[in-house]
Structure formats: C-alpha cells, structure tokens
C-alpha cells in the first residue's frame, strides 16, 4: 500500500504543479493556477498520515516506508524549487517571459553548494520522519526497515558533496551560442 501512495502522491504532486502552470499561463487564469500550486505540499502531508496510519495500524515497516519519509524530505525542501523552475519555462513557452538561464562557472559551483545545504536539510527532515516513526511505533522489530534508511540518507548527502565538490574543481563551462560562450 505505501509504494501504490508514494506513486499516487508523487503523480498528484506533478498534476498539481502542471495543472497550476497551466491554468495560470495557458488558460490565464491565475487564481485557479495558485490554488492548484497551494495543493503541492499538502500532498507530502497526505503521505505522511497514510505511513504513519499504515504503521499504526499492525502493519511492518518496510523499505516503502523509507522511502517515503526520503520523499517528504526531498519534497519539502526542494519543492519549491521544482515549481519555479517549472514556472520560469512555462512563463518563457507560453507567456513570453525571458528564457531560462544556465549557470556555470563560479555561479553553478555556488548553487552545487546551495544544494548541499538544501539536501542537508532534507536529510534531517526525512532523519526526523524516520525516527518520528520508529518511536510512534515503538516496536523495534516492526521498525527494522526503518532504520536500516538512515544510512541511505548519509550516501544521499555524500554523493551531494561529492557532486559540488566536482563543480568546485571543475567547474561548468559556459554554454555555447551563436555569438559566443553564454551564461555566467
């Protein structure tokens, strides 16, 4: 049941943010494109309450639940980002916004950092899920898989660190126009 909920919040969660774009630039219909966004996070709550009901009521956790709680994390802190790099390329497809631009050099090393921070907080979110979870249950042989995801949550942040410190040593060429090297 978890993994059919982390497939069916995670596909809301897109037609939330898609729909939303698309009422707001296609059907220019702002409001109604706000209130589908405002949706968005509350999906991660809904899957928050669907493990914790699952768990409560006998069921064992298993690697769903990890990854579920891995999800909220990463939804939470990144969610807001995903939606606005999703709005800024329908505002440059359907409203004629300026296009998207690609960062490199030191201005890409500094968001690689960014995220760094950004996944560290996810981590300890998803940290605080799990271990919410595991002490609301509090029986640790239905908690196993639980915290057997902790450790997933530390090959998370170390693949981030290694990622930024890749950019650091070799940092993203600007990309290449008609007219020259772009970006910044």
């Excluded at 059919?4 to 919040?9: G, K, S, T």
């Excluded at 769903?64 to 790099?85: D, E, F, K």
């Amino acid at each position: 049941m978890t993994l059919l909920a982390i497939v069916v919040c995670e596909v809301a969660f897109w037609v939330a943010i898609l729909g939303g774009l698309t009422a707001r630039y296609v059907l220019r219909r702002p409001r109604f494109g706000a209130a589908m966004l405002v949706a968005a996070p509350l999906i991660d709550l809904v899957l928050l309450i669907l493990v914790a009901l699952d768990l409560l009521g006998g069921g064992a956790a298993s690697w769903h639940h990890g990854l579920a709680a891995i999800y909220i994390g990463a939804s939470v802190v990144y969610g807001h980002r995903m939606i606005a790099w999703a709005d800024k390329r329908f505002d440059h497809r359907f409203a004629g916004g300026p296009a998207p631009e690609r960062l490199s050099g030191r201005r890409h090393t500094a968001r690689c950092w960014g995220d760094v921070l950004r996944t560290g907080v996810a981590v300890l979110i998803a940290g605080g899920i799990l271990g919410g979870l595991v002490a609301l249950v509090d029986d640790p042989a239905r908690t196993a898989e639980l915290r057997g995801a902790f450790p997933v949550l530390g090959v998370v942040l170390a693949i981030e660190v290694l990622w930024a410190i890749s950019y650091t040593v070799w940092p993203r060429k600007p990309a290449m126009s008609p007219t020259g090297p772009a970006g910044g």
